[in-house]
């Protein structure tokens, strides 16, 4: 691409491009330029083999030069534009690597009387805390971003060859104009800057110093990390960039005022939405970003083992959501026991909190909701982000159609991509009032106009999402409305609603119910969730020498197809100590090793297991002979296309698995059941627990990657599983 690149200013990001352009190969000869006082540094550069040669003559280090990079501190860049000028060549690409960008521009004006036509600005946001040519790396532009800052004088086909050189050493490039470039940089990288020097600076200026420091946990490490960074570097930055700073600084006073009050002033519900407000924004934030910012978990499970003790999983996560919607709707205070403390569950929380609802907690599985009555709720701020979880959105979508204000909802990128149709479609021709995206999906933009009328809705597909939606809408809408499933879906709602008092007629596959009701508070207590003991109810069964107890699970009808399943399959699970918990069965679960053995399995069990599919294909690899499943189409629209990442990631772990288009074949085996290697979670916390719990039939190592998402439905997933004896790191 050049015959010969000048760096001027040999540091970590000189140095770093220096040797990215070399790695590949992207110049013949790399030289550098600094100054006298600096030699010792272009020496090291040399002796690195960052750059082939080094010279304190700018005339010399720039001639026959085809490129030359600006790589000094924003402050002494004009300075370096003068000593540029009597050598500038038309010919030569200029670029620069500086921070800000309006003050590398006054600077071109200030030397040149206008910026040359040849000279664009460009900020690699890559960087790190340490400095100088020695710490440089070859990759440190890699998938990070670069912005560069046209001028009106850059033709198309500089800024082209600019784009392209960046591109080729790894960077993903950005084009932005000067301003929005320094106010962006002024808020996303400069007060943070300023925030972490203060803060240390603050804290190290206390008497109890060396203390504050011994004890710095995460948060303090975390936080103040950037405050190691070069000063004089981040004192021209700063100086460079005040004018977009210092009206930063003053809406940060104004918002640590405002903690500072809700604090003096015990405002523990406006501090708390402050906190869920932020965390939830940051969550956005990665998952439009592609988790650039965001910590990715690998599971490494070790081969074989047993599974033994005794252990209970976490609440029902079908239950939690439905305990704060009907808690929030009702009359009166309405205690949880047992709430799921896991991400789908808390944004429900969250969202009812938005719209206006006193919640505490959760603190240990407890949930105190102070209910605002069925017409009782607010217009939400903001739109209401539900993260990961299809059943808020689809829940949500009934309830928020009959409220007389708008919401607006929206999810991370796999929530994004499912269909919404099947609820929006419905919705409509009760008169309600939501745009979806084109292809259905959301944002569901939902402007309530109160004023809903029943309908009689055959579902064309087994879904108690579906049915709930219908139900909830049909709590404001004029007439009864009726909802027919074509198979028997989990029942909740209709428990729940009958819980608070409302009344939701039943009559074989119809649920109906009309808006002359109301809900009155209760207590809940939510039982462990059977769709996360199902891991251990396929895991005890395979792994040889195990007997887990499982206490206290949910064993509603509509939810125990696992059981059934497992059971056909040969499996060894008692079912002890049945008892009703708040209108729901609940009993405790043991679970014994068993050879188990292909079936094909009944099609009407399909959605009374319809979540734990992943891991029964584990069971199915691990059985004797072909299992096969049909009429589970519905797999396809889950959390990913559970058919296809199941099928694939079998694959890879030597099953024969055969993907069909409404379920799935398995060749299964007693020996050698699975593999090891490397799976991928594709965005789906069962995928990621499934292939986990497939460790225990391993002859080799199984690495699964991106679990984060386990936090949706089971964050103590690791901790149970490893203390009943999976080797999970
Ligand atoms: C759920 C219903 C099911 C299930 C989901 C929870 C619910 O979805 O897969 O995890 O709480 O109503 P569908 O209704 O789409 O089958």
Not at 231 to 256: F, R, S
Request: with cysteine; glycine share 8%; hydrophobic share 40%.
């Amino acid at each position: 691409m050049f015959n010969k690149i000048c760096i001027i200013g040999i540091g970590l990001i000189g140095g770093s491009i220096a040797r990215a352009a070399r790695e590949q190969g992207v110049s013949n000869y790399i030289v550098a330029f600094g100054r006298q006082s600096g030699l010792k540094n272009l020496q090291t550069a040399k002796d690195l083999a960052v750059i082939d040669n080094f010279y304190i003559d700018i005339e010399v280090a720039v001639r026959d030069a085809d490129c030359v990079i600006i790589c000094t501190p924003v402050g002494v860049i004009e300075q370096v534009f003068k000593q540029l000028q009597p050598f500038w060549n038309d010919n030569t690409l200029y670029m620069d690597a500086g921070s800000t960008k309006e003050s590398v521009i006054a600077s071109a004006k200030a030397v040149f009387g206008k910026v040359p036509a040849n000279f664009i600005p460009a900020h690699p946001i890559a960087g790190a805390e340490r400095s100088g040519v020695a710490a440089s790396k070859a990759d440190l532009f890699k998938a990070k971003r670069l912005i560069i800052t046209p001028v009106k004088s850059n033709s198309k086909s500089l800024i082209d060859k600019a784009t392209a050189f960046w591109q080729k050493i790894g960077a993903i490039v950005s084009v932005m104009d000067v301003e929005h470039h320094d106010a962006v940089l002024a808020a996303t990288s400069h007060l943070p800057h300023i925030l972490a020097f203060s803060l240390v600076d603050l804290l190290g200026k206390k008497d109890e110093k060396v203390e504050i420091f011994k004890y710095a946990a995460g948060g303090f490490k975390d936080f103040t990390r950037i405050a190691s960074s070069d000063p004089t570097m981040w004192l021209d930055i700063c100086m460079a960039n005040k004018n977009e700073i210092i009206p930063l600084i003053q809406q940060l006073k104004v918002g640590l005022g405002e903690i500072e009050q809700m604090l003096l002033e015990n405002q523990s519900q406006q501090l708390f939405e402050t906190f869920t407000y932020a965390k939830q924004a940051r969550q956005r934030f990665l998952n439009q970003f592609d988790n650039a910012m965001s910590q990715t978990i690998t599971f490494n499970i070790q081969p074989g083992g047993s599974l033994r003790g005794e252990i209970r999983v976490p609440g029902d996560k079908s239950m939690s959501h439905r305990s704060i919607m009907l808690g929030s709707l009702a009359e009166g205070v309405t205690h949880v026991k047992g709430f799921l403390n896991a991400e789908d569950a808390l944004a429900t929380l969250a969202a009812f909190r938005a719209m206006g609802v006193e919640i505490e907690g959760p603190v240990n599985g407890e949930v105190t909701i102070h209910g605002v009555g069925k017409y009782g709720l607010k217009e939400p701020k903001e739109a209401l982000y539900l993260g990961n979880s299809g059943t808020s959105m689809r829940l949500l979508s009934g309830l928020l159609a009959g409220q007389n204000f708008n919401t607006v909802l929206t999810g991370d990128r796999s929530l994004s991509s499912r269909p919404m149709k099947r609820v929006t479609a419905p919705l409509a021709t009760m008169g309600a009032n939501i745009v979806a995206e084109t292809d259905g999906t959301a944002p569901l933009r939902i402007t309530g106009t109160g004023e809903l009328k029943a309908i009689d809705y055959l579902m064309p597909m087994a879904s108690a999402q579906v049915k709930s939606c219908i139900l909830l809408a049909g709590m404001y809408a004029e007439g009864e409305t009726t909802v027919i499933e074509p198979a028997p879906t989990r029942d909740h709602t209709e428990r729940m609603l009958n819980g608070f008092g409302y009344p939701v007629q039943r009559n074989g596959a119809k649920a109906s119910i009309t808006s002359k009701g109301k809900l009155t508070a209760t207590d809940i207590d939510v039982p462990s969730d059977i769709s996360s003991a199902a891991f251990f109810l396929v895991g005890a069964s395979i792994a040889p020498d195990s007997d887990v107890t499982l206490k206290h699970v949910g064993i509603n009808p509509t939810r125990t197809g696992i059981i059934d399943i497992l059971r056909l399959m040969g499996a060894n699970i008692e079912v002890m100590n049945k008892r009703s918990v708040g209108g729901e069965p609940v009993a405790d679960l043991r679970v014994r090793s068993s050879q188990l053995k292909g079936i094909n399995i009944p099609e009407e069990l399909v959605p009374l297991a319809i979540d734990e599919f992943p891991v029964l294909f584990i069971a199915a690899a691990c059985a004797e002979g072909q299992t096969t499943l049909t009429g589970a189409k519905e797999l396809r629209v889950k959390e990913c296309d559970r058919i296809q990442v199941m099928a694939d990631g079998l694959k890879v772990l030597g099953v024969d698995a055969q993907a069909t288009e409404d379920g799935m074949i398995i060749q299964g085996k007693i020996e050698n059941s699975i593999a090891g290697g490397e799976v991928d979670s594709h965005d789906d916390h069962r995928i990621a627990m499934s292939f986990s719990i497939a460790g225990l039939r391993a002859t080799a190592p199984i690495t699964v990657h991106d679990c984060e998402n386990v936090n949706t439905s089971f964050p103590e997933f690791r901790e149970l599983a490893t203390q009943l004896g999976l080797n999970l790191k």
